[in-house]
């Protein structure tokens, strides 16, 4: 079992993350959701062991990491840290790369591994293949490969699927995490593709400048978000007053919803005026002024600009 406890860090004089506590259990799988700077790969980097950290203690079970001051290498060795920039040998092939850290004592075993993961990650056919004639994306997945060939007991992945196309991004993802819970890997994968997280993690972690904002349920974190930073991780949101929406309410209290939880009425309380339809597929994102402020919600068609309409909420 990881845990970090009360871990502050600083690059220079700037402090990055603030009193992070955390415990991920094995086979486990923690999302790492926040804006961009909000520390996520800073926090990954530390539990890794690239950094010292003077501030707070992280154990595995009951050992303490250390860090980079007490390794002669930096990096614990049953953790392996996919960073953004892959990390992999350019001039040799794919199973080359794969397969570097593994013995050469059992070719058959060894080359038996390489095809596995090979195809956990959907690369088979470019097994020979040199690393540089890949694209970014098919070397994210080589750099996949490569740190579970070491069968690591916690796996921090760094924006792992950022460079790889939908569709092979879904296949890849469904595959990855039930190969992680089939090998009992504890996994921790920093992401700004927040929707793309609520599938797969048990528990997903939302920063803000170096803070925890929660830790929570994936589904229930979407539903019932704290507040309207953790709603906007997953796409518009609106903030608006209780009196808004609830027929016959007089309170000022916030409430957060997204586009999907407002459609339009015959007669209520929120009249906006409509700016823009964008499609998105399966349904249309509506953007409408109340005034001074910026209205999103859903609708199966179209809207024309400058038309008024009134808008209730479904909460269900
Ligand atoms: P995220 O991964 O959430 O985008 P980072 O952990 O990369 O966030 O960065 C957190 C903050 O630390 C940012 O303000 C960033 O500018 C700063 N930072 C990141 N790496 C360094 C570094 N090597 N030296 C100094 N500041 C850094
Ligand atoms: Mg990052």
Redesign the pocket.
Known sequence: MLRVQNVTFQ??T?V?LKNISMELNPGKQLSII?E???????LLKIIYGLYHVEKGKIFWGDTRLLGPNFNLVPGEEFIKYVAQDYDLMPFITVEENVGKYLSNFYPRKKSKRIAELLELVGLTAYAKTKSTDLSGGQQQRVAIAKALAQEPKLLLLDEPFSNIDNFKKNSLRRELFSYLKSQNISCIT?THDNMDSLAYADKTMV?KDGKIVCVDDPKKLYKSPKNKYVASLFGEVNELFEKQLIPNSTSNKKIVCYPHQLELTENGTLKVKVKNSYFQGSHYLIESSLRSKTVFFNHPVAIEADQEVVLKSNFS
Do not use: E, I
């Open positions: 690059y220079d700037k990055v926040g961009s700077g909000s520390g996520k790969s800073t920093a920063l």
